[in-house]
């Protein structure tokens, strides 16, 4: 199994900015994409930016120029840094990861993983 623990959300005021992280932890054999979501109240959980193992990007257009994401994949860590915060960031945010695994109950030896975070709340607001 794999698990994700993120950290670093909390309460900023508007302009401000956060740093998340997601570090995954298991017997893990690979990881492919690491993406973060958010799911504000009310709403469905959308992607906010995904990033493969090779460093290629994809950001949802609401945050495009504003948020960053990044990886280290020795640290197998994936971050988000968000700048220039708007209260319509509000929300809470998801890790997600996705990738291979050692599992020894398994016929050859290994298989994917889909794996989400817990959440970690992020509130913009004066």
């Known amino acids: 199994q794999v698990q994700l623990v993120e950290s670093g959300g909390g309460l900023v005021q508007p302009g401000g900015s956060l740093r998340l992280s997601c570090a995954a932890s298991?017997?893990?054999?690979?990881?492919?994409?690491m993406g973060w979501y958010r799911q504000a109240p009310g709403k469905q959980r959308e992607l906010v930016a995904a990033?493969?193992?090779?460093?290629?990007?994809n950001y949802a257009d609401s945050v495009k120029g504003r948020f960053t994401i990044s990886r280290e994949n020795a640290k197998n860590t994936v971050y988000l840094q968000m700048n220039s915060l708007k209260p319509e960031d509000t929300a809470v945010y998801y890790c997600?990861?996705?990738?291979?695994?050692?599992?020894?109950?398994?016929?050859?030896?290994?298989?994917?993983?889909?794996?989400w975070g817990q959440g970690t709340q992020v509130t913009v607001s004066s």
């Open positions: 990033i493969t193992s090779g460093g290629s990007t």
């Open positions: 298991g017997s893990i054999i690979s990881i492919n994409a």
């Open positions: 997600n990861g996705e990738g291979r695994y050692y599992d020894s109950s398994s016929l050859y030896g290994s298989a994917d993983f889909d794996s």
